[in-house]
């Protein structure tokens, strides 16, 4: 029984290093060169190193809009699949992708961090590659963050690409048939509307995806991360509080400054029941659905954008309903689009 029970805490203390090291890891590569190639170049006699880090910089400053550097390997990493286990995050396929199409997975909703997306679309830890064969997914995240030395590297190794226009059209036109530009439609701002028994997404403005899909013959694919909402509690304090003021405030200057969302949160500490900031062991169960076949056109107009969104959110609300039940909603838990 004293062996059993070792086994067992090791593996859930590898699955929370798992975690945490997530985010750690990008602050930690991006910090290096930001320290380091300034330092070189003024402090010490090794400055050709930084200036050969900047020229290399510069002459692939393109690669993340043109497709990228994916690695099977960095995807294939075992750690992946300790951060999968953690939570459970699970991916369910309700239709086959054909690889004779392109298409653009439009998930929802965007959680705080987005664990679900980037477990199932950034890494093979849930199989994306056996469950959908012959089909290349690339999450779009922030382009900032290809704009840091190592950082960009890292993630590109993984798959993800830019959500811009130029980058994502790239991946859609350029590359052939087989790829599927995934895009957390709601973005940052809906990380404000996220908190447990939430099933809020916002949409009814974000048409952006829908015209890109017009322009590129991209499929329209709807998927929804089930529990993603569940693993965070977000704190909102009451209005006319002083708590409340600063609050407010401090989510106005993070999004003048950094041009993304603030919100307020927390989750477990490294022991069940602590409080901390590690997310809640709480399933999150991805679902893809039925793909949206979609016409080309070069320019569509904004009658014809309207009318494959709203299309698009007809097939959202029916895979939502389909599978709320099964995935921990109650039958009356309708979703909500803003």
């Given at each position: 029984?004293?062996?059993?029970?070792?086994?067992?805490?090791?593996?859930?203390?590898?699955?929370?290093?798992?975690?945490?090291?997530?985010?750690?890891?990008?602050?930690?590569?991006?910090?290096?060169?930001?320290?380091?190639?300034?330092?070189?170049?003024?402090?010490?006699?090794?400055?050709?190193?930084?200036?050969?880090?900047l020229a290399w910089l510069a002459y692939d400053?393109?690669?993340?809009?043109?497709?990228?550097?994916?690695?099977?390997?960095?995807?294939?990493?075992?750690?992946?699949?300790?951060?999968?286990?953690?939570?459970?995050?699970?991916?369910?396929?309700?239709?086959?992708?054909?690889?004779?199409?392109?298409?653009?997975?439009?998930?929802?909703?965007?959680?705080?961090?987005?664990?679900?997306?980037?477990?199932?679309?950034?890494?093979?830890?849930?199989?994306?590659?056996?469950?959908?064969?012959?089909?290349?997914?690339?999450?779009?995240?922030?382009?900032?963050?290809?704009?840091?030395?190592?950082?960009?590297?890292?993630?590109?190794?993984?798959?993800?690409?830019?959500?811009?226009?130029?980058?994502?059209?790239?991946?859609?036109?350029?590359?052939?048939?087989?790829?599927?530009?995934?895009?957390?439609?709601?973005?940052?701002?809906?990380?404000?509307?996220?908190?447990?028994?939430?099933?809020?997404?916002?949409?009814?403005?974000?048409?952006?995806?829908?015209?890109?899909?017009?322009?590129?013959?991209?499929?329209?694919?709807?998927?929804?991360?089930?529990?993603?909402?569940?693993?965070?509690?977000?704190?909102?304090?009451?209005?006319?509080?002083?708590?409340?003021?600063?609050?407010?405030?401090?989510?106005?200057?993070?999004?003048?400054?950094?041009?993304?969302?603030?919100?307020?949160?927390?989750?477990?500490?490294?022991?069940?029941?602590?409080?901390?900031?590690?997310?809640?062991?709480?399933?999150?169960?991805?679902?893809?659905?039925?793909?949206?076949?979609?016409?080309?056109?070069?320019?569509?107009?904004?009658?014809?954008?309207?009318?494959?969104?709203?299309?698009?959110?007809?097939?959202?609300?029916?895979?939502?309903?389909?599978?709320?039940?099964?995935?921990?909603?109650?039958?009356?838990?309708?979703?909500?689009?803003?």
């Amino acid at each position: 029984m004293v062996a059993v029970f070792s086994r067992l805490d090791v593996q859930e203390g590898l699955q929370t290093l798992c975690v945490m090291q997530w985010i750690a890891v990008y602050v930690i590569l991006g910090a290096i060169p930001i320290i380091l190639i300034p330092y070189f170049l003024v402090v010490t006699k090794f400055w050709a190193f930084a200036v050969l880090a900047l020229a290399w910089l510069a002459y692939d400053w393109d690669t993340h809009s043109r497709g990228g550097r994916r690695t099977a390997w960095v995807r294939n990493w075992t750690l992946w699949k300790y951060f999968r286990n953690y939570f459970p995050i699970k991916l369910v396929k309700t239709h086959d992708l054909s690889p004779k199409h392109n298409y653009i997975i439009a998930n929802h909703p965007h959680g705080v961090i987005s664990y679900g997306a980037f477990i199932n679309f950034a890494t093979e830890a849930t199989g994306f590659a056996r469950i959908f064969p012959s089909v290349t997914p690339s999450l779009a995240t922030l382009e900032g963050i290809f704009w840091i030395p190592l950082v960009r590297d890292y993630v590109m190794a993984m798959g993800l690409c830019p959500v811009s226009k130029l980058a994502m059209e790239y991946t859609l036109t350029q590359k052939g048939s087989g790829n599927a530009v995934v895009i957390v439609v709601g973005g940052a701002t809906e990380a404000l509307l996220c908190c447990p028994g939430a099933s809020t997404v916002l949409l009814t403005q974000r048409k952006g995806f829908v015209k890109l899909a017009l322009e590129t013959g991209a499929y329209l694919v709807p998927s929804y991360s089930f529990g993603e909402n569940e693993i965070y509690n977000q704190e909102t304090f009451p209005e006319g509080t002083w708590i409340r003021f600063f609050q407010k405030t401090f989510q106005k200057t993070f999004k003048r400054i950094l041009g993304l969302n603030f919100c307020t949160f927390h989750g477990r500490g490294l022991t069940q029941g602590s409080w901390g900031f590690l997310p809640f062991n709480r399933p999150i169960t991805t679902v893809v659905g039925e793909p949206l076949p979609i016409p080309k056109i070069k320019r569509p107009n904004k009658e014809t954008v309207d009318k494959y969104h709203a299309l698009y959110i007809s097939a959202l609300r029916k895979l939502f309903d389909q599978h709320k039940v099964a995935f921990g909603l109650s039958e009356n838990q309708e979703l909500t689009i803003i």
